[in-house]
């Protein structure tokens, strides 16, 4: 039986480009995320724009016995589980966060203790089987901390952390581990923010992700111009650093 690729948050703006990326390819998915009825639509788009078969699965990220029930589904599957794309994340309210412990715990568990109990799951899977993928969507907020979302950029430094750790473990194990940090992508996640620029089509980035895991890449920033970006950001001294409003 031909393998099939998981995408945990797969109704966000890069899961769609990367789906859509994957599908042209010839690759079946496995759609996963809260939104059933958007799901089966994202789902009928795949299987009618490009012919692959793409099921679905309504998941809960934040339910670990979800994680449980979806990863024993998976491992017993006759069809093989060829890789996983984790695109969950919840940008959340700085400001909110800050004073209301509740918004800071769903900024940290969304976009990092979940993603890693979920994902030592399936990692599993795959290094028992000796091969396959993960493209973990980390972000440019997670280099260095700022002011404006430290919170949000702390969940997602540790989510980079995690990822880089994964990939030391499963590479002995022929698995790769593609880590990705994305900047401004116009999904709904950065509708009408403000202070936006150089703002990504995500089908572009879907496309420039899975290229890169095709060519073994381990690291990438999309746009690739992150990368100077936030190369600059991080060589600041940390006493001027401090004292800009960023």
Not at 143 to 148: I, L, N, V
Not at 191 to 198: A, I
Request: charged share 25%; net charge positive; aromatic share 6%.
């Amino acid at each position: 039986m031909t393998e099939r690729i998981l995408i945990l948050g797969a109704t966000s703006g890069i899961a769609r480009g990367i789906a859509h990326a994957l599908a042209r390819r010839g690759h079946d998915l496995l759609l996963a995320a809260r939104d059933g009825a958007e799901l089966e639509r994202i789902a009928a788009d795949l299987r009618i724009r490009h012919g692959i078969e793409a099921g679905v699965v309504v998941l809960d990220v934040l339910d670990e016995a979800q994680h449980e029930v979806l990863a024993g589904a998976l491992a017993g599957d006759e069809r093989p589980l060829g890789g996983v794309v984790c695109a969950v994340g919840y940008l959340g309210d700085q400001e909110r966060a800050f004073e209301d412990p509740r918004e800071a715990r769903r900024i940290l568990d969304v976009n990092f203790t979940a993603p890693v109990l979920l994902l030592n799951r399936l990692a599993a899977i795959l290094e028992a089987r000796g091969q396959g993928w993960i493209i973990g969507i980390a972000s440019v907020a997670g280099d260095r901390g700022r002011q404006s979302n430290f919170v949000y950029g702390a969940a997602k430094g540790g989510f980079a952390l995690y990822l880089q750790g994964l990939r030391n473990r499963l590479f002995r194990h022929g698995v790769q581990v593609l880590s990705v940090k994305p900047g401004f992508v116009d999904t709904a996640m950065t509708w009408g923010l403000p202070g936006l620029f150089l703002v990504a089509d995500p089908m572009a980035v879907g496309e420039r992700i899975v290229r890169a895991r095709e060519r073994g890449r381990d690291t990438i920033y999309v746009p690739w111009f992150w990368r100077g970006i936030m190369t600059l950001i991080r060589a600041l001294p940390e006493p001027l650093f401090k004292r800009l409003s960023l």
